[in-house]
């Protein structure tokens, strides 16, 4: 089968469950956006060989059903590794002015409060280049006062983008 048709796609699924290096497969269904991958991508979220990979491939698939697996991942997530990757790829993925005002923001305020500190900054300012939200911009307010540097220069710079397209002298 010719690669992007879906003869291919049904041909990796096919082979998904009974491959011993999953990750090539899973990189590959990152070109396909139907229900079937995107769930299929999403049973592999909680794999630790293939876990992180499926989640940038549902980032880059995008889409409802990709966001909502990966902050249903990100929600249930104890450990801090796991949750630094999956707030990145829920972030890459959420942050899409195609997707659903509703589905955006929830899953945006998801990375605000469940991701790593740089996550969660990201997420605010993600979510302020969309919409104007009150806990979004205290989130980067707060950071600005923080005694870490970094997140006093992250906040500077999202601030500064902020300014920037919102047009605030």
Do not use: C, Y
Not at 7 to 15: H, R, V
Not at 102 to 122: C, F, I, N, Y
Not at 138 to 145: E, F, M, N, R, V
Request: proline fraction near 5%; avoid cysteine.
């Amino acid at each position: 089968a010719s690669l992007g048709t879906p003869a291919a796609e049904k041909s990796l699924l096919n082979a998904l469950p009974k491959a011993e290096g999953k990750g090539t497969l899973v990189n590959a269904l990152a070109q396909f956006r139907s229900p079937a991958t995107v769930q299929a991508l999403a049973a592999l979220l909680p794999d630790p060989e293939v876990g992180q990979l499926a989640a940038r491939s549902l980032a880059t698939i995008g889409g409802p059903a990709a966001v909502q697996a990966l902050a249903g991942e990100l929600a249930t997530g104890k450990d801090a590794a796991r949750r630094q990757w999956l707030s990145e790829a829920l972030l890459a993925g959420a942050d899409d002015a195609k997707l659903a005002a509703d589905v955006r923001a929830t899953s945006l305020r998801l990375v605000m409060t469940q991701g790593t500190p740089t996550a969660q900054l990201a997420g605010a300012g993600a979510l302020l280049r969309h919409q104007a939200d009150p806990a979004a911009l205290a989130k980067i307010l707060g950071a600005a006062q923080s005694p870490k540097a970094s997140e006093r220069t992250q906040a500077a710079t999202l601030l500064g983008e902020l300014v920037q397209r919102r047009g605030i002298t």
